[in-house]
């Protein structure tokens, strides 16, 4: 497992390539990039800041990578997440999940995402016109993250 | 015993500080009290806590409820719902 | 979009590169590579040959494509699927999703991987302990790719 | 009328032909006559279509059902179910 917080850019090409490297178990590698996208809600953005809270981010995001091993059988996983300032078209966020199947590649991965959009201590704030402003969370985000908590509960 | 107060995004802007030592009185004993305590502090505190249904909050970096129990802890943060990714 | 049938390997984060390349309107990059495992139901293989049906692979490939692009708000999509003989540790298969947001970007690739897998006219041949093999068809992949037309059906 | 008949996996290998073409007599009218009369047609054909059930068919390049009519086809294809990604 690999979590790194860091202000520079990833390449997650060779982070895909660090999990696979020299092994024949893996059969699905799936990688999520998140990107800062040139407008938010419609209106367009100059740049985007994340902060994070230091310590309690890693600490959080690994705890999470472990629950994603506990449900799934993961042969690596990689989290990169940037904070600072980013520029529209430039990488904010990596997930990278491997495993003998697809499955459990892509539900983990998605898992990951869920739970870094809305659990991971992070705040964007968003660059537009001169003006800055912290981005509100979203219903549909928490919804996203929430259903992990049901397909738990259902199984248990 | 003096408290450890970290704050994040807009809370941190409106308070106006990055973290702080606090000595809250004993009767303050749950995160939500905490929150009803500083509000009180002054303007800047009353701003930031204007809606405490907003406020998420973390004790020793672990996630928290409003009713949990702050005795013990280290350190308490203070934060908007988060928006990584 | 960009479909391809090609007995060469591929390089995932070129591909990935040039769906994003110039744009600030994509916020999520989901890549999904499959890879040729060293063992199938436990027993170690020494290679994989991927037969196609040339002509309708592509053809097929690209509606589904065009199926995905019509559910999910697409930015760009790209499928490179590899035939012939591949070693363990080779990439067999990519499905390059974009979009604004990551649900569409996920949904859109597992949809892909479960139509590849269970539709596209490829047939895998396992060669193990000197003997060949044609790989049969998992249940499991049918109930994945079935998923699909159950949750399109309940939205008619 | 002839029409081109290609084989793919198990079922080229059970055939010995990558492709033929025949001329199936006018009462083979869809996907599942034209398997039966194919079985009918020697050993190798009785082992490639021996399970009728586990038989896919393409009609032009486009997937069809055992029901679907042959008329028009100028390509048929046989293969066992797909196991492509």
Redesign the interface.
Known sequence: MTVRLQREDFDAAAEAAKLTHGRTDIGAVVTFTGICRGSESGDPIKALTLEHYPGMAEAEIARHVDDAKARWPLLGVTVIHRYGRMQPGENIVLVVTASSHREAAFAAAEFLMDYLKTRAPFWKQVEAAGEKSWVAAKDTDDAAADRWSKSRDAAE | MTLKL?Y???VRERVGKVEEEILPPASVATVAELIGWLAGRGEEYAYAFENPKVIRA?ID???VRPDSAIAGAKEI?F???????
């Open positions: 970290v994040f995004a807009w973390a970096r672990n996630h943060a934060f908007p719902p988060m928006t990584g990714g």
